[in-house]
């Protein structure tokens, strides 16, 4: 029973810290942009789509074939 005396207060600091932590995320705008974020991953800069460009070889996931003799 004196355990409780211990790990409640800590449960609790440690529920009080992440709904801290939660509030700071939203006060920093860092759930505004969902979408964008999703689609940035699929672009390199100002080119488009990775799968659109016209290199071959990313295409083929960057590997580059020697032609046999």
Do not use: C
Not at 13 to 38: I, S
Request: net charge negative; glycine share 10%.
């Amino acid at each position: 029973m004196i355990d409780f005396f211990f790990l409640i207060p800590i449960a609790i600091g440690m529920g009080l810290a992440a709904l801290a932590a939660f509030m700071w995320t939203l006060k920093n705008n860092q759930y505004d942009d969902l979408e964008g974020a999703a689609q940035r991953i699929l672009f390199e800069g100002e080119e488009g789509p990775l799968l659109d460009r016209s290199d071959t070889s990313a295409a083929n996931g960057g590997l580059h074939r020697v032609p046999s003799e």
